[in-house]
């Protein structure tokens, strides 16, 4: 009888970024003593600890998480060149979105497939580069919150949906655009939910509260809700044809894990460049209508390669 494990060639995985807890649970979801059949024959052998001196919650956490990292066997590296050598394929857990586009350059160059976890980037502009860059290349990438891929989402009835609201924290940092840093996890969701084709955005901030709202091509209205004030947590309401559904989420990660790894298989990123190129400029448009006193802001210009 053939297995998985026999089926699949041995995966050789990097890591970049060992300022997360996610390259912690990442690690121990792959390299389990019996790891979910997707994951047999891969295995993560290498890391680049990486961090970011001005942001404390990289410098506050890396060497704790870099030692989690030794303790399982995993060896550290000086560099990512000499990550790049040793590896079939690499996941970025860097929590600095700002250090993404520099550290996935030489990943790309090489013709590695890279999963970036959230933030694809700190700015729209870098976005665009990184995808640039892809398609220049021809290595496959794709970016991703685990919110998207957890179980309660997955099930979400999708297929009838005319209106959405998500919701998450959305803790906010002076180094990166307002919902780049946290909302990301509740405006993933919503896009999930929703689907492409948002054309237009509009803000309300208060104080504790973000209330951003789209308007999709096809006139259906998602909003994504973001919590700094009260209580905490991941949920979505989907309003449908035929009834309203409210779901509260709990986060996971072996289910994104095993996309990833399925993904370094394939070489077919299961979100697009374009989907999440969608996503950022939704977030960043949402910046602008909040330095526009809650103008609404037209998705096209910021989607458009001249931008």
Not at 32 to 37: I, K, R, Y
Request: proline share 6%.
């Amino acid at each position: 009888m053939i297995t998985v494990a026999d089926a699949a060639p041995a995966l050789r995985i990097g890591l970049i970024g060992l300022d997360s807890s996610h390259a912690v649970a990442f690690t121990k979801t792959i390299n389990a003593a019996e790891p979910a059949p997707e994951l047999e024959n891969a295995k993560v052998i290498a890391a680049f600890p990486g961090g970011s001196p001005d942001l404390p919650t990289s410098a506050d956490r890396i060497e704790g998480f870099t030692q989690q990292i030794t303790d399982m066997g995993i060896e550290i590296v000086p560099s990512i060149e000499a990550l790049l050598k040793k590896v079939d394929a690499v996941i970025m857990n860097s929590v600095d979105g700002r250090v993404h586009l520099e550290q996935a350059r030489p990943v790309l160059e090489a013709g590695i497939p890279l999963f970036i976890d959230k933030p694809i980037a700190a700015s729209l502009a870098d976005t665009k580069e990184l995808i640039a860059l892809s398609k220049k290349t021809g290595t496959p990438f794709f970016s991703s919150s685990t919110l998207r891929y957890c179980q309660e989402v997955i099930d979400l009835n999708k297929e009838d949906v005319v209106g959405c609201v998500a919701y998450s924290p959305c803790k906010l940092d002076p180094t990166h655009p307002d919902l780049f840093w946290y909302g990301i996890h509740g405006v993933e969701t919503l896009f999930t939910v929703m689907g492409p084709g948002c054309e237009s955005v509009q803000r309300t901030q208060a104080d504790g509260t973000e209330i951003v709202t789209g308007v999709w091509k096809d006139g259906r209205v998602g909003t994504f809700r973001g919590i700094r004030d009260g209580s905490y947590g991941y949920g979505v309401v989907v309003f449908g044809k035929k009834g309203i559904e409210l779901t509260k989420i709990r986060a996971r990660y072996d289910l994104l894990v095993v996309e990833i790894v399925k993904f370094f298989r394939t070489k077919q990123p299961p979100v697009s460049p374009e989907q999440t190129l969608e996503i950022v400029a939704f977030m960043t448009a949402a910046d602008m209508s909040r330095d526009a006193d809650g103008e609404t802001i037209a998705m096209a210009g910021l989607m458009s390669d001249k931008q």
